[in-house]
């Protein structure tokens, strides 16, 4: 079975910091991988994904991601942090099912804080 | 009205109530799953269903049952559930093509208070 694995339950940046957020993943296949992100009361909101193709890919509000197989990573990164960016994240990983299609795996998660 | 849509937005029961979750999307998608998001713990997937079959059920109690009576419309049926069971139910949908993966749209979630 797949898994996720967020490094970091909190992390804590300066407005205008760059944003890391850590994710490895254990799959004996070739992974498509997800970054979520989620704002208080509401549900979760698709940042980017990885399927196949070029190894880093961007997402929306300058979020973007490098997926690097030797090293089973798929961190998130940001240049510049905003307070709006302030939010839970979450790293996934899609696992095929017994029966037909897939489903995701989902990471504990990382809280952003972003301080002025 | 696009996207995935959970109601109610809050519920709160007693432990021998019988009540029942709505999802519905308005996407197209063939595929529907619900989530459990507890406190501090990863997203559990409870559900899973490929069109309007489920293919997975991933241990759940039968306190929680589900329906998907079409490809716009997912149920999650409660009765007799514990105070354990408090936490933030997810809905998501997907166009789920066996060998591609395009992600989830997920809903706002039910909040549901066990008392």
């Known amino acids: 079975a797949q898994s996720v694995t967020q490094l970091g339950s909190h992390v804590s940046v300066s407005e205008g910091a760059l944003v890391l957020l850590r994710c490895n993943y254990s799959s004996s296949v070739p992974p498509y991988l997800f970054w979520y992100v989620q704002y208080p009361n509401q549900g979760l909101q698709l940042l980017l994904k990885y399927t196949t193709g070029a190894t880093l890919v961007k997402g929306i509000n300058g979020f973007e991601a490098e997926f690097k197989k030797s090293e089973t990573s798929f961190h998130l990164t940001k240049p510049s942090a905003h307070m709006s960016d302030a939010a839970e994240y979450f790293c996934a990983v899609s696992e095929g099912l017994n029966q037909a299609g897939t489903a995701l795996i989902f990471g504990k998660g990382t809280t952003l804080s972003v301080s002025s | 009205e696009t996207g995935v849509t959970q109601t109610p937005r809050h519920l709160v029961m007693g432990m021998t109530n019988k009540k029942s979750l709505k999802c519905e999307q308005h996407l197209g998608h063939n595929a529907m799953y619900w989530y459990k998001q507890s406190a501090k713990k990863p997203l559990e997937l409870m559900f899973v269903?490929?069109?309007?079959?489920?293919?997975e059920n991933n241990s759940v109690p039968s306190r929680f049952s589900p329906e998907c009576p079409n490809s716009s419309h997912l149920f999650l049926h409660l009765h007799t559930l514990q105070p354990e069971d408090s936490a933030l139910y997810l809905c998501?949908?997907?166009?789920?093509?066996?060998?591609?993966?395009?992600?989830?749209?997920f809903g706002s979630g039910t909040r549901l208070t066990v008392v």
């Open positions: 998501a949908s997907s166009q789920d093509t066996l060998g591609e993966y395009h992600g989830y749209t």
């Open positions: 269903y490929s069109l309007e079959e489920r293919v």
